[in-house]
């Protein structure tokens, strides 16, 4: 006998690495809980509104890097995800959205509460999709799931109710293995880039969620060319704190004091990020930007050189090509001065007695009690 539509979705988002699915009980994704509730590899987190569901599904997705979903009911229930959807899109989080939709004959009728939902999603979501056979489950899952992953992009399927519980004969697949090779490039394009990178006097590197993969490498990359890192919204916990030169974020709720000194930079490196707070950035710095999707790599952001390519695999390159170079120490003195000036500011900020709670306060009884948490 066959697996149920319902199944072999969680089969499928299993061999992904999804173990939670955030969402609210409702009438068409009954057959989807009733499947969940049968297994124990993916649980069902309950929560009181759609909305909030995607936004736990986005965050997820930037914390992790690796495809998080959500599911809804049809109608007001799919609509009320939207808010959450924006979030993912706008930050470029690989989400999957699963909505129950109206019985397969009734898709395109008055049933009640029936909307078009490619239509709706269409803003937010890379792909969309509408499920009109059972055994077309794995196929469209799969598409759905890699170009979330691929392209960092939130993806939808609308399911039919009836078809949730409906048996299919196709199996979930488990992913091929992926051997990745290094980016290839044009000598001449990183001797250019090297060259410009060569005559900084206060490099920085704004690092963002695409470096997930690159930590280690731009932190040696940092050390070796004298830059600074900041880290965008998206960058927010890829470093450890004790990093070198490490002056955490800029914008609301960063590093107050890294502004004065990233408005300085002569020559700054974005490494996996798209993101350009204006307000706090250099004016006159010549921008090298890192980017797998090379048509983002100028929107917005005064971008000289774009290198379309991997961050894990770009910066080993860099730091080859970079090989020798001498540091500006003044530059590495003022940075080591910020880096402190926000480290001691927190920690007595942190230590202040007060009859409410705020943001310093609260996160250093937060941090004492996670150190004594077991991981």
């Given at each position: 006998m066959g697996k149920t539509v319902a199944e072999v979705i969680l089969d499928q988002l299993s061999y992904y690495g999804v173990k939670r699915i955030y969402g609210v009980t409702g009438d068409t994704i009954i057959g989807l809980l009733d499947a969940l509730a049968k297994q124990d590899k993916i649980k069902f987190i309950a929560v009181k509104h759609e909305s909030v569901a995607a936004f736990m599904a986005s965050a997820e997705a930037k914390l992790t890097g690796k495809l998080a979903v959500c599911t809804s009911t049809m109608g007001p229930g799919a609509t009320n995800l939207l808010n959450g959807l924006g979030d993912a899109y706008a930050d470029r989080a690989p989400v999957l959205a699963l909505t129950g939709q109206a019985p397969l004959n009734k898709i395109g009728t008055n049933f009640q509460q029936y909307v078009d939902q490619q239509e709706l999603f269409k803003p937010f979501a890379t792909y969309s999709a509408n499920l009109a056979s059972e055994d077309a489950i794995v196929e469209l899952l799969q598409k759905a799931a890699q170009i979330s992953l691929q392209q960092r992009a939130v993806t939808h399927l609308s399911i039919p109710k009836d078809l949730f519980e409906t048996e299919t004969q196709v199996e979930a697949r488990p992913l091929p293995r992926?051997?990745?090779?290094?980016?290839?490039?044009?000598?001449?394009?990183?001797?250019?880039?090297?060259s410009l990178m060569k005559i900084a006097k206060k490099p920085m590197i704004l690092a963002g969620a695409g470096a997930w993969k690159a930590?280690?490498?731009?932190?040696?990359?940092?050390?070796?060319?004298?830059?600074?890192?900041?880290?965008?919204?998206?960058g927010k916990g890829l470093f450890e704190e004790s990093t070198p030169y490490l002056l955490q974020g800029i914008g609301e709720g960063g590093n107050p004091h890294a502004p004065e000194i990233f408005k300085e930079a002569d020559v700054v490196l974005l490494a996996g990020v798209s993101w350009w707070p204006e307000g706090y950035v250099p004016e006159q710095a010549r921008i090298i930007q890192i980017d797998t999707h090379i048509e983002h790599a100028t929107s917005g952001i005064p971008v000289e050189l774009a290198i379309k390519g991997k961050t894990e695999q770009v910066v080993p390159l860099l730091q080859e090509f970079i090989s020798g170079f001498e540091s500006n120490t003044e530059w590495l003195t003022r940075m080591e001065q910020v880096k402190l000036k926000w480290a001691d500011q927190n920690e007595q900020e942190g230590k202040l007695v007060v009859h409410h709670f705020i943001p310093p306060v609260l996160l250093g009884l937060l941090s004492k009690q996670l150190r004594k948490m077991p991981y």
């Open positions: 992926v051997i990745e090779g290094a980016e290839t490039f044009q000598s001449d394009d990183l001797v250019e880039v090297a930590t280690e490498a731009i932190e040696r990359l940092s050390v070796q060319w004298g830059a600074g890192i900041i880290t965008s919204f998206g």
